[in-house]
């Protein structure tokens, strides 16, 4: 059984800083890649950043590269985005996302949580 449940979002101003947590019960975490994703009204979801098991490996969007950064703690069973100068286009749900293999995380059998709406106004 795997549970994620985001928290940290909110409505903020352009530039400003908001940090994404993400808090996981499941067995071996320390085993899943995690990572973040979110989705903009009309659009479909798309990929922000993932990290590997250890934290040794990261990768991000385009988009984002810069100015999120995704961390994890497997003592604590975290995952966490730190998103800096925020702009209007990164106004979206983001979802927390676990799975094996972090080429394919968000396809089929990864584990998402409900999501956390993040507003950036101009």
């Known amino acids: 059984q795997v549970s994620l449940v985001e928290s940290g979002g909110g409505l903020v101003q352009t530039g400003a800083s908001v940090r994404l947590s993400c808090a996981a019960s499941m067995r071996a975490f320390s085993r899943y890649v995690l990572g973040w994703f979110r989705q903009a009204p009309g659009k479909e979801r798309e990929f922000v950043a993932g990290?590997?098991?250890?934290?040794?490996?990261?990768k991000y969007a385009d988009s984002v590269k810069g100015r999120f950064t995704i961390s994890r703690d497997n003592a604590k069973n975290t995952v966490d985005l730190q998103m800096d100068r925020l702009k209007p286009e990164d106004t979206a749900v983001y979802y927390c996302?676990?799975?094996?293999?972090?080429?394919?995380?968000?396809?089929?059998?990864?584990?998402w949580g409900q999501g956390t709406q993040v507003t950036v106004s101009s």
């Open positions: 996302a676990a799975g094996n293999d972090l080429r394919v995380l968000g396809a089929r059998g990864t584990y």
């Open positions: 990290i590997h098991f250890s934290g040794g490996g990261t």
